[in-house]
């Protein structure tokens, strides 16, 4: 049974929030945030977009929505409107939102950062000795630990509020 559908024409990045109240998409009309249970479509931009080019990550309880444009991401309130754009030193490799505190993790080809949502502050930045994919990334569920995956090369465990490496498991051959 289906209980909702939307057209997404050359569609090249899809989010969903954890509970699946939100969907993101990224297509020929731009960045879209849906909220499927009414239908309607909650944002959508269309200038700082490039299809192909652009990755988005949900909030888990869909409340904000977050970017990439060239070497910035963009993260906005859907609620409230308020954005604030982020600055990167380098291509994104990989990011995703945590729920609270608002929390965005970027990967870079250089570094692995933890920013305030809110402030758009550095609260850590530990350099990325694997420069590759990084995707997925997970928060624990109890907040303290996140799990970075590098590709099909390794994965790794950070500390959330340090940055410092918990654990480190590289592919074997």
Do not use: K
Request: proline letters at 6%; glycine letters at 8%; hydrophobic letters at 40%.
């Amino acid at each position: 049974r289906v209980l909702w559908q939307h057209p997404c024409q050359l569609c090249s990045d899809i989010a969903v929030s954890d509970d699946g109240s939100r969907l993101a998409q990224v297509g020929a009309d731009g960045l879209e945030v849906w909220d499927p249970r009414t239908d309607q479509r909650l944002f959508q931009e269309t200038r700082r977009v490039r299809p192909g080019a652009t990755n988005s990550t949900l909030s888990p309880d869909g409340r904000r929505i977050a970017w990439s444009h060239g070497e910035t991401v963009v993260v906005r309130e859907l609620a409230s409107g308020q954005e604030l754009t982020l600055s990167l030193d380098g291509a994104l490799l990989g990011f995703r939102l945590s729920t609270d505190p608002g929390r965005l993790l970027t990967a870079t080809a250089r570094s692995i950062s933890l920013r305030d949502c809110v402030t758009g502050r550095t609260l850590w930045t530990v350099p990325n000795e694997l420069p590759d994919l990084v995707y997925p990334i997970f928060w624990s569920p109890d907040g303290r630990a996140l799990l970075l995956v590098h590709g099909y090369n390794a994965t790794e465990v950070l500390d959330v509020g340090t940055g410092e490496r918990l654990a480190w498991f590289p592919t074997l051959s």
